[in-house]
Structures are given as C-alpha cells and as structure tokens.
C-alpha cells in the first residue's frame, strides 16, 4: 500500500514538473509508424535543454540539411535546442541559405552558450539498489553537512529516498550516491546519518543551479560514435541516436548498430530502418520513427529567377545527387538515351558533383561522354541531351538554396533510379516542389513516395554485397517517354497542370508532403518524442523501488539507461 501511494506521488510530482507536451506524451506516444499529423494543436513548447550534434560542417550534406529543414519550428517547439556543427562563415547565412531558413538556423547555431560546461551537466539518472561499485570507480568525494546540502535540479521530481540529485527531507537520511560508467546508473552507496555524511559526486563549485543549467539530451545526428554516446552518457546526459543507412546489411556500416547499441533511444526516417535494426538485434523499444522535413513555403513552383529558362524550352528532367555508383547514374543514362533519340526535345539536367572518394575526373561532363561510348557504344554528340550544372569543387561552388529552388522550379519532371537512400532528400525536395517524381521503389523513399504521388520504378533482388537494389532500366526508360508524353499532350504550364496524369501526381505529391512532412509537423513530433523519451526516464526514475538492502526488490521495476541497454 505505501509502495502504491508513494507511485502515486511520484506520477503526480511529475506531470505537475514536465511542459504540457512531455506530459501528455507520457499518456499517449505518437505511434512511430505513422506520419506526424499536423491537425492537432502545438504542443506547448518542450524547455528542455537540448545539444544536437551534427559533425559534417556548415555545408549542403543530407545530414546537415535535414536539421536546416527543420530550423523554422525547433526555435518554436524546442527553444532551448543548440546545433552544435562546424564554424559557419558568414557567406553561408547570406549567400548560401534561403532568408527563411538562414534566420532559424542562425539562431540555432549561434545561440547563447549554456550556463554550464557540458562536463559538468547533472541529470538525474534511475536509481538502482546496492551491490555498491567497486572502490576504483568512484569519483571524487565532497564532504558537506546535510542540513546545508543544496538541491540540485530544484523541482524535478525524485524517489523517496534519493536519485542521482541528492534530497534531503525532512524525516529521510541525507542518501549518498555514486554514478558507476559500466551501466551509465546511479548506485546507492548508503544511507548516512542525518546531518553528515558523504557525498560521492561530481561536485563543483557551481553545483547549484536549476534544471535548466546545462544540455539535459543530446543527439548524435548521422554520424556517431559510439565512445561519444557513452561519454555524454556519463555526463548524465540522455542521449539519442539519430541513424540511417542506404543497405539492407548493416555489416557494411557497423557504426550504424553499435550506435543504435549505445544510444539510449535511436531515431530512423522511415520503417526501412526500424525493421532492418530490429532484424540486427537491436531492442525495438529504443527505435522510434521521425522523418525528415521539407519547408513548402520554401520549396515553391512559383519561383523563377534571371537566366533560368521558362517553358519555351524543350522538355527537362532534372535530377540532383552526389556522382557514385549508389545514386544510380548508369542506369539513369542508359535508360534516357534508350529512352529518346537525339532530335527529341528533352533535355536531362544534371545537379551532380563528384565525391573526393569516387574515381575519375572531376569535371563530370567528361564522364558523361566517356559513360555515353561504354553504355550505349555511341558518341554523346549523337544521344538525346544531357546538360551537367555542376563544377569541379564540390559543394564549395555548390547552388545556393534559392538557386537549386529555382533549377527545380524550371524543371518538368525529376528522376533519380537510385540503387538505395536513407531518405532521399532531392526527391522529397522534388515532390514537395509538386514535380512529377520518377523514383526507385526502394529504401528511404518508400516512406513518402507511392503509386499516387510518383512514378515507381521496380526493382530487381541485390546481388551485391552491399544490399543496394537493382533499378530496371526497361521499365525506366518506359516511364521517361510516359510521362514525356503526357506533359507535351497536356502542356507544362500552370494553367494546363491539373489536365494531365504526370501533373496530377506531382499536385498529389506536393500536397501529401505539405501535409506529412513540413517542419511543423516533423518538429512537432521530435517534440512529442523527446517528451515522451524523458518523461518515461524520470518514470523509471520514479518506479524504481525504495533504498533497500535486498537486491531482489529491484526485479522487474523500472529500467533506466542500464535496463533498457541490457535488452541488446
């Protein structure tokens, strides 16, 4: 009954300590296999310290842009949210992003540093019974009085008898505690006498400070490490790892798992990696599904610019990604050229650059021709019309935000046959753009692109070792001339759009993007998952039994960092 009635307190204490938002993802957790649904009204924003790690520099990397899409609306959901990513030169916020977005990132990127350094963060962490640690791995000791003792992490609610913040009530024990790195768990080290004992801890002269004093979550984003998640976790941070990968094998990125291992909750784009994790053996209560974000109001159709083409022009499809072997550049070639002879009037745009890891030249308009003899046996002189918009220096010369908006924009229809994506951000990019989308049925975009909002190319079973699929070049050449078809019988002006079955799916695609994953509603559920992530750590927290000397009390209640690692 005592057990019962303190459960009871604790589930109070901490609805009434939590935001709103973390409250009411404690009842109810958005399912992680569905879509974010914009309908329901913000959450209240989530005033939890957060640090986001995104360790690619400032530059257009998948990884990088993923977080720049969801900028607009994590200063409003999650306002205390820090990026923390390479320097950023001033050309970047002004020439490089969209006014929109350069303003939300900034603010992310450059906000006020945190009023604790992060080696010193407190967290409260699940409390577990004795055995104690062994001597060697506790810290350094403080002695205090207890009847001075400070609260640390005011008004967040804790066990009857201690956490990893050290209480002192008014009829229990000051309660020693310890933090052991093996499990990343507080560990009782015993009850003191009132009014003296001591405190093992990492104690400082600026311990007092309140909940909010330093990053209470972190996220690893893309890449991590796993030594990195452990030692944020021994800081007594929370910590997330945000993980995709292009394969179906994930020994091809072992880093992958051993993250997902780590991290004390994992975040995928789509059910792909949820079900490929869990086949890898990792415990499906840590995965959870957030998509990525593409701003509409960004990614508009009504947006031209000097020097771009208008519709008095031939036929274009346009397609953007980085020169290697996964995006599928051979059989997007081969199938164009078989596609449409040379006094067709369709044009392919490429938006590519080479990778300093791929092989050749990297001006690409000479690997273009030198692709057009080994494909097709001709010279690229006598094939339909392939135009690279690229350079030699990478993403260094990359389009400005504005500017790849714009190639978007003057373009009739995308395609990318790609052999695998984590997500595929070009082509969600492209289907938020309302642009008839020819995709691969396959991977990352299989969360956002169906029969309705896109052309699907099939695939065949890999026959590699990396698990990419095998795009049919057939079929994709039968799509091109589809939908090249339907955009000259129909017309490729605005007022011509809804005519059309190419047109028509392009709309679709728009629609269902705005609705599904514009920042709102992919920032609103990070919001929710964080919430929900923390409010169930402090439940373990608060679940834990009382202090006590039989070890057997702790089984089966609560399950903190320790307990849910324990399940891998």
């Given at each position: 009954?005592?057990?019962?009635?303190?459960?009871?307190?604790?589930?109070?204490?901490?609805?009434?300590?939590?935001?709103?938002?973390?409250?009411?993802?404690?009842?109810?957790?958005?399912?992680?296999n569905?879509?974010p649904?914009?309908?329901?009204?913000p959450?209240?924003?989530?005033?939890?310290?957060?640090?986001?790690?995104?360790?690619?520099?400032c530059?257009?990397?998948?990884?990088?842009?993923?977080v720049?899409?969801?900028?607009?609306?994590?200063?409003?959901?999650?306002?205390?949210?820090?990026?923390?990513?390479?320097?950023?030169?001033?050309?970047?916020?002004e020439?490089?992003?969209h006014?929109?977005?350069?303003?939300?990132?900034?603010?992310?990127?450059?906000?006020?540093?945190?009023?604790?350094?992060?080696d010193q963060?407190?967290?409260?962490?699940?409390?577990?019974?004795p055995?104690?640690?062994?001597?060697?791995?506790l810290?350094d000791?403080?002695?205090?009085?207890?009847?001075?003792?400070?609260?640390?992490?005011?008004?967040?609610?804790v066990?009857?008898?201690?956490?990893?913040?050290?209480?002192?009530?008014?009829?229990l024990?000051?309660?020693?505690?310890?933090?052991?790195s093996?499990?990343?768990?507080?560990?009782?080290?015993?009850?003191?006498p009132?009014n003296?004992?001591?405190?093992?801890?990492?104690?400082?002269?600026g311990?007092?400070?309140?909940?909010?004093?330093g990053?209470?979550?972190?996220?690893?984003?893309?890449?991590?490490?796993p030594?990195?998640?452990l030692?944020?976790?021994?800081?007594g941070?929370?910590?997330?790892?945000?993980?995709?990968?292009?394969?179906?094998?994930?020994?091809?990125?072992p880093?992958?798992?051993?993250?997902?291992?780590?991290?004390?909750?994992?975040?995928?784009?789509?059910?792909?990696?949820?079900a490929?994790l869990i086949?890898?053996?990792v415990?499906?209560?840590?995965?959870?599904?957030l998509?990525?974000?593409?701003?509409?109001?960004?990614?508009?159709?009504?947006?031209r610019?000097?020097?771009?083409?208008g519709?008095?022009?031939?036929?274009?499809?346009?397609?953007?990604?980085?020169?290697?072997?996964?995006?599928g550049w051979?059989?997007?070639?081969?199938?164009?050229?078989?596609?449409?002879?040379?006094?067709?009037?369709?044009?392919?745009?490429?938006?590519?650059?080479?990778?300093?890891?791929?092989?050749?030249?990297?001006?690409?308009?000479?690997?273009?021709?030198q692709?057009?003899?080994?494909?097709?046996?001709?010279?690229?002189?006598?094939?339909?019309?392939?135009?690279?918009?690229?350079?030699?220096?990478?993403?260094?010369?990359?389009?400005?935000?504005?500017?790849?908006v714009?190639?978007?924009?003057?373009?009739?229809?995308?395609?990318?046959?790609?052999?695998?994506?984590?997500?595929g951000?070009?082509?969600?990019?492209?289907?938020?753009?309302?642009?008839p989308t020819?995709?691969?049925?396959?991977?990352?975009p299989?969360?956002?692109?169906?029969?309705?909002t896109?052309?699907l190319?099939?695939?065949?079973?890999?026959?590699?070792?990396?698990?990419?699929?095998?795009?049919?070049?057939?079929?994709?050449?039968?799509?091109?001339?589809?939908?090249?078809?339907?955009?000259?019988?129909?017309?490729?002006?605005?007022?011509?759009?809804h005519h059309?079955?190419?047109?028509a799916?392009?709309?679709?695609?728009r629609?269902?993007?705005?609705?599904?994953?514009?920042?709102?509603?992919?920032?609103?559920?990070?919001?929710?998952?964080?919430?929900?992530a923390?409010?169930?750590?402090?439940?373990?927290?608060?679940?834990?039994?009382?202090?006590s000397?039989?070890?057997?009390?702790?089984?089966?209640?609560?399950?903190?960092?320790?307990?849910?690692?324990?399940?891998?």
């Amino acid at each position: 009954v005592m057990r019962g009635r303190r459960r009871r307190r604790r589930w109070w204490a901490l609805l009434l300590a939590l935001p709103a938002s973390a409250a009411a993802a404690v009842a109810e957790t958005v399912p992680s296999n569905e879509p974010p649904n914009p309908s329901p009204p913000p959450p209240t924003p989530l005033a939890i310290p957060v640090e986001w790690h995104v360790p690619v520099g400032c530059g257009f990397s998948g990884f990088l842009v993923e977080v720049l899409g969801l900028s607009s609306e994590l200063a409003r959901v999650m306002p205390e949210t820090r990026v923390l990513t390479g320097e950023c030169p001033e050309e970047f916020f002004e020439d490089q992003l969209h006014p929109r977005e350069a303003q939300a990132f900034q603010a992310l990127v450059r906000g006020d540093s945190w009023a604790v350094d992060a080696d010193q963060s407190l967290f409260p962490l699940p409390m577990a019974s004795p055995p104690h640690p062994p001597a060697e791995e506790l810290l350094d000791s403080v002695d205090i009085q207890g009847g001075d003792l400070p609260r640390v992490l005011e008004g967040v609610p804790v066990p009857d008898q201690g956490s990893c913040s050290v209480l002192c009530g008014k009829r229990l024990a000051c309660v020693a505690w310890t933090y052991r790195s093996r499990d990343s768990r507080c560990w009782l080290k015993g009850a003191a006498p009132e009014n003296q004992h001591k405190h093992d801890a990492r104690l400082t002269s600026g311990i007092r400070r309140d909940r909010h004093a330093g990053p209470w979550v972190s996220i690893w984003h893309g890449r991590c490490d796993p030594q990195d998640v452990l030692r944020d976790q021994k800081r007594g941070k929370y910590v997330i790892a945000r993980l995709m990968t292009e394969s179906i094998r994930l020994q091809n990125t072992p880093g992958v798992k051993a993250c997902a291992v780590a991290a004390d909750q994992v975040w995928v784009p789509t059910q792909f990696h949820e079900a490929l994790l869990i086949r890898e053996g990792v415990s499906p209560s840590k995965i959870r599904v957030l998509p990525e974000a593409v701003d509409p109001s960004v990614f508009r159709r009504d947006v031209r610019v000097p020097g771009v083409p208008g519709v008095d022009r031939p036929l274009v499809f346009l397609s953007v990604f980085k020169w290697e072997r996964r995006k599928g550049w051979d059989i997007l070639l081969r199938s164009y050229w078989q596609a449409f002879e040379k006094t067709d009037p369709v044009v392919l745009r490429l938006r590519c650059w080479k990778p300093s890891w791929e092989p050749g030249d990297p001006n690409l308009d000479s690997q273009i021709s030198q692709a057009a003899r080994q494909l097709l046996g001709q010279p690229r002189e006598q094939l339909a019309t392939v135009e690279w918009l690229g350079s030699s220096g990478g993403w260094a010369e990359a389009l400005s935000r504005s500017e790849l908006v714009a190639q978007y924009a003057s373009a009739d229809a995308f395609v990318l046959p790609t052999r695998g994506e984590g997500w595929g951000l070009p082509i969600a990019e492209a289907m938020t753009m309302g642009l008839p989308t020819i995709v691969t049925n396959w991977s990352g975009p299989t969360a956002f692109a169906s029969a309705a909002t896109a052309y699907l190319v099939p695939v065949a079973p890999s026959t590699d070792n990396l698990g990419y699929a095998v795009p049919s070049t057939s079929e994709l050449s039968t799509i091109l001339r589809e939908v090249a078809a339907d955009l000259a019988a129909t017309g490729r002006t605005a007022e011509h759009h809804h005519h059309g079955d190419a047109w028509a799916k392009g709309a679709a695609a728009r629609r269902h993007m705005s609705a599904h994953f514009s920042p709102r509603a992919v920032a609103e559920a990070a919001c929710s998952l964080l919430g929900s992530a923390v409010s169930s750590f402090y439940l373990s927290s608060g679940t834990s039994p009382a202090v006590s000397s039989d070890s057997d009390s702790t089984k089966g209640e609560g399950k903190g960092k320790g307990g849910e690692n324990s399940e891998l």
